[in-house]
């Protein structure tokens, strides 16, 4: 029997832009709780190929440094402002294992986002936001990653209190299924 609940939890989970966020600082420990949730995502032969560099404090501002470098169409204080209202900026990296297609590396790395996205949904109060800026790969030097390593995005975390309503309409499923009984 499917758990209505659980699946209309899934149904709930959306974006909460950091425009959005009130700048408060969440504690390490539910980051932390966060991440050990995000390592519970299936992957083949088991490579767990996420690396997470999780930046806070002061070290935001180094990060928006970076970000703003690989794209200067974008103003600087634009995205400092978002730095600051984001509690935490997940690095979304990936350690290529080369046991296994690459493909499936990126997949696993988004089911291990997609289980801290969704976790979201419960705390009531915490809002996440992927971001894929322009020429992201620029940044593995100031993230000092390895040859094998990639970075792939960026999931923002922070705080809100009220958040303005956004209408999406989705696609209908049927439109994308095709059934063979
Ligand atoms: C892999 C991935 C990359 C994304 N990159 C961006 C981005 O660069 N900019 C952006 O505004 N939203 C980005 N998003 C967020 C989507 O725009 C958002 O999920 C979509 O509008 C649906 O909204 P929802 O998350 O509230 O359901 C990204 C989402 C995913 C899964």
């Not at 088991?46 to 928006?64: E, H, I, M, N, R």
């Not at 291990?112 to 949904?121: E, F, G, R, Y």
Request: charged residues 25%.
């Amino acid at each position: 029997m499917l758990d209505k609940s659980l699946l209309k939890k899934i149904s709930k989970r959306k974006t909460i832009y950091p425009n959005q966020f009130t700048g408060k600082k969440i504690p390490k420990k539910t980051i932390e709780k966060l991440l050990n949730v995000a390592n519970t995502a299936p992957s083949h032969k088991l490579t767990q190929p996420w690396l997470f560099k999780v930046f806070s404090g002061p070290s935001k501002y180094d990060l928006a440094q970076n970000v703003y470098h690989l794209n200067k169409k974008k103003k600087f204080e634009v995205i400092l402002n978002k730095f600051n209202l984001s509690s935490h900026i997940i690095c979304i990296c990936i350690r290529k294992s080369n046991k296994i297609p690459y493909w499936e590396e990126i997949a696993a790395t988004a089911m291990a986002i997609q289980n801290i996205w969704i976790s979201l949904v419960g705390s009531k109060n915490i809002g996440g936001y992927w971001s894929s800026p322009k020429n992201i790969e620029q940044l593995a030097d100031f993230l000092k990653l390895k040859k094998n390593e990639e970075c792939l995005g960026l999931f923002y975390l922070g705080e809100y209190n009220i958040v303005k309503d956004r209408k999406i309409i989705r696609k209908n499923i049927e439109d994308d299924i095709e059934w063979y009984d």
